[in-house]
């Protein structure tokens, strides 16, 4: 493999710039000619691909979003939008991909890799932290620090004015920010697209009914909640009583942005040399991965077998300290 065509693709995450430079001098150090293709498969469809090289990656490490852009193409979908793209990557001579992005982005990679067999690689980049096969996702660190941050404001404001917020993170089937952030924000309770929580379940931690109960507390809602969203557990909870002032927060797209934190850079930037190494080895259709601080590769359909379980030891802290 001599030439290396890499792309970011799905929603962004703090830290794809990170990997992006990590690949890009990865393919310098290797002697490997690397080529960024422009928001994901959207790019790959159109032409729209650059020629990169180690100084174009200069000054990005520290910056949030992602200099390639990112898009989710529905044209890629297809088998006719999948052929364009081939018949573009094969003009430019491009040989292997590597893709920073989601389940999604990966599902793309793998559906391309049946049908034409180039040699591919998924560096696994989103806030959500949903895939297994790594402990870790690119940008899911410095998006919890973000929704701690808010918490920790919110927090201020709630208690001066004896309110009950209700604040609702992102994380569309995972409950991965909300359960940390919530840990590390002292949320009352923290609900979870993973767990079993119900609405009664819930209104019993609040403890309106009883004479000991705050009045100022926080909530924190994972976005994919299956027992409602913030604003409609908050009207739920109003519906039954009085007792609270009620207030809703959704922290919104705010948790994407931002220049990410250590953890996330230095996590990017093993991802991306792991990436160029993997497909040096012949690690074809994997997605690079760290589990115990290790890297690891794993086939994609190792990865959609499972959901990245959330383990007990943190449900079961988040219950203790929310009493
Ligand atoms: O997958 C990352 C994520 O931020 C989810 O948490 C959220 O549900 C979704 O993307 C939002 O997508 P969009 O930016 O397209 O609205």
């Known amino acids: ?12 995450a703090p830290g794809m710039n990170a990997a992006i430079r990590a690949v890009v001098r990865a393919c310098t150090y290797y002697k490997k000619e690397c080529y960024g293709i422009m928001r994901g498969y959207e790019g790959m469809i159109e032409g729209d691909i650059v020629k990169l090289g180690a100084r174009s990656v200069g000054n990005i490490l520290q910056r949030g979003g992602t200099v390639l852009k990112s898009a989710r193409s529905a044209e890629f979908r297809t088998p006719e939008g999948r052929k364009k793209a081939y018949d573009n990557l094969t003009k430019l001579g491009i040989e292997a991909l590597v893709a920073i992005g989601g389940d999604g982005t990966f599902t793309g990679l793998h559906k391309f890799y049946q049908e034409y067999q180039i040699p591919s690689i998924c560096i696994p980049g989103t806030i959500d932290n949903d895939l297994s096969g790594t402990d870790y996702t690119i940008g899911y660190d410095t998006a919890t620090n973000t929704a701690v941050e808010a918490i920790d404001k919110i927090r201020d404001t709630a208690l001066s004015h004896n309110r009950l917020f ?118 074809y259709d994997v997605m690079v991965g760290i589990k115990d601080n290790k890297i690891v590769y794993n086939n994609f359909d190792v990865i959609m077998a499972s959901h990245h379980e959330i383990d007990e030891e943190s449900r079961r802290i988040a219950k203790i300290l929310s009493i």
Request: without cysteine; glycine residues 14%; charged residues 20%.
């Open 166 to 283: 209700f604040v609702e993170v992102m994380g569309r089937n995972s409950g991965y920010i909300a359960i940390n952030s919530g840990i590390a924000g002292g949320a009352a309770a923290i609900i979870i697209p993973e767990e079993n929580m119900s609405f009664d379940d819930l209104y019993k931690i609040l403890g309106a009914d009883k004479d000991t109960s705050k009045k100022s507390n926080l909530v924190v809602v994972a976005e994919g909640s299956k027992i409602g969203d913030a604003h409609s557990l908050a009207k739920q909870v109003a519906e039954r009583s009085s007792y609270f002032d009620i207030k809703v927060t959704v922290l919104g797209h705010l948790q994407r942005g931002g220049s990410p934190t250590y953890f996330d850079r230095v996590l990017a930037s093993r991802m991306g040399v792991a990436a160029v190494e993997g497909l040096q080895e012949g690690k």
């Open 1 to 12: 493999i001599s030439k290396i065509g890499v792309f970011t693709s799905g929603g962004d």
